[in-house]
């Protein structure tokens, strides 16, 4: 969204959140609807964030999107569409039976983990007839997270054997869902063959601090994987 600055702010001084357009009087006065919180470095112009981007990958139903929408400090871009009869020989609800929707194209986020440090996060769709978009949603992205569910860990093993295949710093973080049987990270390492170096966390979706934990295991994986 964007913002409004004003440019007469002197060095030192408060910038406001935003600063709308002044309407006429009488009639044409409006409300205004207060924008998103600033960060510091939207408001100072010296400063450049270093922005990068995060794939958030898996089967189908296992949470995606999900944790874009629970970790975005921005309105999440989604594009969710009702499922309906068509799909019922190829998606496979006998986990997730109350689900309705299906990402389509891809879920967008943003979310800033340090004063200048920027994650964009690109969910993509799980199914396997949207696999062709996966190679434009990974350019350009530093990792990506694998989201697993214990109930169908197979689900996980085409986005592994992506991720894999390409080059891609990735790390693996268990989903578990409510009424599923919890287990090790270091089971599910070893059920999945995920090697020694790879981080495999167990998370939950629905909770931002749970999110972030990840993102940020990720982004420390990335480094350590091209610390150029």
């Given at each position: 969204m964007d913002s409004v600055v004003s440019e007469g702010v002197t060095e030192g001084a408060t910038t406001p959140a935003f600063v709308p357009a002044q309407p006429s009087s009488g009639r044409d006065a409006v409300a205004f609807e207060p924008q998103e919180e600033l960060q510091a470095w939207q408001t100072?112009?010296?400063?450049?964030?270093i922005a990068t981007k995060i794939v958030v990958a898996g089967g189908f139903g296992v949470g995606k999107t999900t944790l874009?929408?629970?970790?975005s400090e921005i309105q999440p871009l989604q594009t969710e569409a009702l499922m309906t009869q068509a799909s019922e020989e190829t998606d496979d609800l006998t986990a997730t039976p109350d689900k309705t929707t299906t990402t389509v194209?891809?879920?967008?986020?943003?979310?800033?983990?340090?004063?200048?440090?920027?994650?964009y996060l690109f969910g993509t769709p799980g199914q396997q007839r949207f696999?062709?978009?996966?190679?434009?949603l990974v350019r350009g992205?530093?990792?990506?997270?694998?989201?697993?569910d214990t109930r169908r860990l197979p689900d996980c093993f085409p986005a592994l054997d992506y991720f894999e295949s390409c080059g891609l710093p990735?790390?693996?973080?268990?989903?578990?869902?409510?009424?599923?049987?919890?287990?090790?990270?270091?089971?599910?390492?070893?059920a999945l063959?995920?090697?020694?170096?790879?981080?495999?966390?167990?998370m939950d979706a629905r909770q931002r601090i749970s999110v972030v934990e990840t993102l940020l295991a990720l982004v420390g994986h990335a480094l350590d994987a091209t610390p150029e």
């Open positions: 100072d112009r010296t400063r450049a964030p874009v929408t629970a970790v194209a891809m879920d967008f986020g943003r979310i800033t983990l340090d004063d200048d440090l920027v994650l696999w062709f978009m996966w190679d434009d992205a530093i990792g990506a997270v694998v989201l697993a990735y790390i693996v973080a268990v989903n578990h869902f409510d009424g599923s049987d919890e287990f090790a990270a270091a089971d599910v390492r070893e063959t995920v090697p020694p170096h790879i981080p495999v966390l167990i």
